[in-house]
């Protein structure tokens, strides 16, 4: 069963919330509902690799990525790079979940997010009022993926408050896959790094990018991610 933590301390998440428009959140849920999540997003998700190729936005499994030739990996790898060195561009693999979602866990996941506890303790926290609904997908991080800098305003969806849920845990900083964010003129102001069952709050509105995860991390980084809207 997923549950909050029930020692979260509101008051104080919100006044530091409110120097920055971002925060990080430790021990959000109880050990039990953190540990089944933990496991299911290692295991048996069917995670596509989302990547944008000459404007489109594309999803390719990774049983397609392997059965690429040599040659055309290395086109659309150069392609996706050359793309993230103008400051266009990302590589990650995800899954979204919606209210048709099968699985038990995860439908309990998605349903829990969209409930009212926790609309109301990201409502507490950031002082947003109205937030109606969650939007969700898990996110992978391999060696060679990467998010450049942007920001996740969308007014068809009424985003109001982006969220990364970390489920790595002995991440090290020297992999990669940091969250940055940045002032509007690309001033680099803070750093989030990867760890477990810690929930990072932020304005959709912050400047942000997550790093390129090296060749040589041990790890893949996994988080749930996504948005709470005002609809």
């Known amino acids: 069963m997923i549950q909050l933590n029930k020692n979260i301390d509101v008051v104080n998440l919100h006044r530091e919330y409110s120097k920055n428009k971002r925060i990080m959140v430790d021990s959000v849920l109880e050990f039990d509902g953190f540990s089944k999540i933990t496991e299911k997003l ?101 060696p060679g993926n990467f998010l450049t800098r942007h920001n996740d305003v969308l007014p068809t969806k009424q985003r109001a408050i982006a969220f990364v849920f970390g489920f790595t845990p002995q991440w090290h900083p020297d992999w990669g896959g940091l969250l940055h964010f940045y002032e509007m003129d690309g001033k680099l102001t803070e750093t989030f790094m990867p760890k477990s069952n810690v929930l990072s709050l932020f304005d959709v509105q912050l400047p942000h990018s997550v790093s390129y995860v090296t060749p040589f991390a041990r790890a893949a980084r996994y988080s749930i991610t996504g948005w709470f809207n005002l609809k």
């Open 42 to 142: 290692k295991h048996n998700i069917p995670y596509l690799n989302a990547y944008s190729l000459n404007g489109q936005y594309i999803q390719s499994s990774d049983d397609e990525l392997k059965n690429m030739s040599p040659n055309k990996m290395r086109a659309l790898q150069q392609t996706i790079y050359e793309n993230a060195s103008k400051g266009v561009g990302f590589f990650y693999g995800r899954y979204e979940i919606t209210q048709n979602e099968k699985d038990e866990l995860l439908k309990e996941l998605f349903n829990y997010l969209n409930g009212q506890e926790v609309l109301k303790l990201i409502s507490d926290v950031t002082g947003v009022k109205g937030l109606k609904s969650a939007s969700v997908q898990l996110t992978r991080y391999v």
